[in-house]
């Protein structure tokens, strides 16, 4: 037990090397926690998922590239690799985990970082030759080389995955047709305004929109053809499914634990079973109502998650976190939007410049807030979130109104 511990977790094996693992190794490592960590995964090196959709037509796309730690780094730390191993049994009473190899390693806490994989769509043709998924870098490096200037591509689903693989599509040069079920994409992550001005966006960038629900997908000669429920007909050279992730939940199914699309953990981001934690993509908080949360599944959500595991692993309080935040790259444009920005609350407007940023209150209070290329207007409006700075429609809506003054105002 080390000197900020209020649990001694031993030996920690982390089954999955991403954002979420990684950042929870180093968290224990910041705590003072000083028995062995080993992270295991089955891809060849912890890495960023972010750039996949965005930079995979880069020059300098590799691993490498986009990796978020070094060699020396998990070295400087004393954080011990299994990669490309995967684990394919947890015992969860002896906490001790079995690899393809058939290797035991042997632990005293382990915890879940699995992750998700690609969801794919359950319909004739979904897993034909030429139907790509991206959760990987090898689904990267697929969909690179299936690519070349004037490839016919239809890419399903219209969300933050689709939307930055359409627009790294056109900047290669290829034939880009966007599908999706409703004519505004992300309402409900950054309101409605917000989400038809980044979906029009596409048509001014050539890509095609198309609004509707895939039926299925078949060859014809030497290609693809998408059909949608209204019987409209798509050639492709190429098909992209971006719907969404399914959490690696099995491990944990398969060991007895409690899972309900995702694997159940409370406050402390412990499971049903006293040894093992989950975090990031993979876990879904049990409220002490018995009420499940949804699963989180953006970039920073899954580092905090890996951190805040830290601190439940070794029965620390787990520190508050604030509003959430997400981001997304489409067409040379930086999207940001912090907190809520549907459910109850007015819709303000701030107009002026080359994109509008938008804003949720209710109760008096900001509760959510979206911008483009505008990072300052979004930190500060997280702080405004965070520390419940009461604000006035006018002030939102004046694109003369600080709100690092509003700030600074309340303080």
Do not use: C
């Not at 050279?237 to 409370?266: H, K, M, Q, T, Y």
């Not at 303000?348 to 483009?372: E, K, M, Q, T, Y």
């Amino acid at each position: 037990m080390t000197a900020r511990s209020g649990r001694d977790a031993g030996r920690v094996v982390i089954i999955g090397g991403g954002l979420a693992g990684y950042s929870a190794a180093e968290q224990l490592r910041a705590l003072g926690h000083e028995a062995p960590i080993t992270l295991i995964d089955a891809e060849p090196t912890s890495y960023d998922r972010p750039p996949l959709s965005k930079r995979l037509f880069e020059d300098d796309f590799s691993v490498a590239s986009l990796a978020f730690t070094t060699p020396e780094r998990l070295t400087d730390l004393d954080i011990g690799t299994l990669f490309s191993r995967r684990a394919t049994a947890l015992d969860p009473g002896a906490a001790s985990v079995a690899l393809d190899d058939g290797t035991v390693v042997a632990a005293d806490t382990v915890l879940l970082a699995t992750g998700g994989r690609a969801r794919t769509l359950p319909i004739p043709g979904a897993d034909l030759p030429g139907v790509h998924v991206l959760r990987s870098f090898a689904d990267a490096i697929g969909i690179r080389d299936a690519v070349r200037n004037d490839t016919r591509v239809v890419v399903i689903g219209a969300g933050l995955i689709g939307a930055e693989l359409a627009s790294s599509l056109v900047r290669r040069g290829a034939t880009v047709t966007l599908v999706d079920p409703v004519a505004a994409p992300l309402a409900p992550a950054v309101g409605e305004l917000m989400a038809e001005h980044l979906h029009t966006m596409h048509a001014a960038h050539g890509v095609d929109l198309v609004v509707g629900i895939t039926a299925g997908i078949e060859t014809a000669d030497d290609h693809l053809t998408v059909t949608i429920d209204d019987g409209r007909m798509l050639d492709a050279d190429v098909v992209i499914v971006g719907v969404g992730i399914i959490p690696n939940s099995s491990l944990a199914e398969d060991a007895g634990l409690d899972v309900d699309n995702g694997i159940l953990i409370d406050s402390r981001f412990r499971t049903s079973a006293n040894r093992v934690f989950a975090a990031g993509d993979v876990a879904r908080h049990r409220a002490e109502d018995g009420s499940l949360r949804r699963r989180e599944e953006h970039w920073e959500a899954a580092q905090l998650s890996g951190r805040e595991s830290a601190y439940g692993m070794l029965g620390l309080e787990v520190p508050p976190r604030g509003a959430a935040w997400f981001w997304s790259d489409r067409h040379g444009v930086h999207l940001e939007a912090v907190g809520r920005l549907s459910g109850p609350g007015e819709l303000i407007v701030r107009a002026g410049g080359a994109h509008p940023a938008v804003f949720l209150r209710d109760g008096g209070l900001l509760v959510g807030a979206a911008a483009i290329d505008d990072n300052n207007l979004v930190r500060a409006a997280r702080r405004l979130i965070d520390l419940r700075v009461p604000v006035t429609p006018s002030d939102l809506a004046d694109d003369t109104v600080s709100l690092r003054a509003l700030l600074k105002a309340a303080r």
